[in-house]
């Protein structure tokens, strides 16, 4: 697996020397280096990427997860927050993924995982309230009505209801998941 993320790597750093002037190349140069567990060096490419695209939802979102990562939780949020408000009056679109799942198929799109990740990362800033709006927005986008989005979304749900004390709503929550789940990736 080691060798073909490497190799894949080698192919972003090639993609990156014919094409710096593409959102994507610092998308998916940054996403290898990720992939590599190289999160700084991921975290100075969206960087770079921002400097030539700072309106970027796309790079926002991937630096804020690297961020997390790298234990740097408010520029996280901040990246994310920032993410949320650029994406909002776009279109959503299915978030391409690096590492395929069993299926072949995208399962987040940018909108939902925007959300998902912030709320997410509040979770480790102990911010449970963000934490239950970010999941609550990442479930409601249209392109994400599955069951893999259900059971990720509840689980921070259910973590952020226990840490608020709100026990009888977490119980609740969790009786409504139902049995018999088809999952690809949760």
Request: net charge positive; glycine share 6%; hydrophobic share 35%.
């Given at each position: 697996?080691?060798?073909?993320?490497?190799?894949?790597?080698?192919?972003?750093?090639?993609v990156?020397?014919?094409?710096?002037?593409?959102?994507d190349?610092?998308?998916?140069?940054?996403?290898?280096?990720?992939?590599?567990?190289?999160?700084?060096?991921?975290?100075?490419?969206?960087?770079?990427?921002?400097?030539?695209?700072?309106d970027?939802y796309?790079?926002?979102?991937?630096?804020g997860?690297?961020?997390?990562?790298?234990?740097?939780?408010d520029?996280?949020?901040?990246?994310?927050?920032?993410?949320?408000?650029?994406?909002?009056d776009?279109q959503d679109s299915?978030?391409?993924?690096?590492?395929?799942?069993?299926?072949?198929?995208?399962?987040?799109s940018y909108?939902?995982?925007i959300?998902?990740?912030?709320?997410?990362?509040?979770?480790?800033?102990?911010?449970?309230?963000?934490?239950l709006?970010?999941?609550?927005?990442?479930?409601?986008?249209?392109?994400?009505?599955?069951?893999?989005?259900?059971v990720?979304?509840?689980?921070?749900?259910?973590?952020?209801?226990?840490k608020?004390?709100?026990?009888?709503?977490?119980?609740?929550?969790?009786?409504?998941?139902?049995?018999?789940?088809?999952?690809?990736?949760?």
């Amino acid at each position: 697996v080691k060798a073909r993320l490497e190799k894949d790597l080698s192919i972003a750093q090639a993609v990156m020397e014919v094409a710096p002037e593409r959102e994507d190349s610092y998308i998916w140069l940054g996403r290898r280096y990720g992939y590599l567990a190289r999160w700084s060096e991921a975290i100075d490419v969206f960087t770079r990427g921002l400097e030539k695209f700072p309106d970027s939802y796309k790079l926002l979102r991937y630096r804020g997860r690297h961020l997390a990562r790298y234990r740097e939780i408010d520029r996280a949020i901040a990246d994310y927050k920032r993410a949320a408000e650029l994406v909002a009056d776009k279109q959503d679109s299915y978030e391409p993924d690096g590492i395929l799942n069993a299926r072949h198929e995208y399962l987040g799109s940018y909108r939902s995982n925007i959300h998902y990740y912030l709320g997410q990362t509040s979770f480790s800033a102990g911010d449970y309230e963000a934490t239950l709006r970010g999941m609550e927005r990442a479930s409601a986008e249209p392109l994400v009505q599955h069951d893999d989005r259900l059971v990720a979304t509840s689980y921070w749900r259910y973590l952020a209801l226990r840490k608020l004390g709100r026990h009888d709503e977490a119980r609740t929550l969790i009786r409504k998941v139902p049995q018999g789940l088809e999952l690809v990736e949760n």
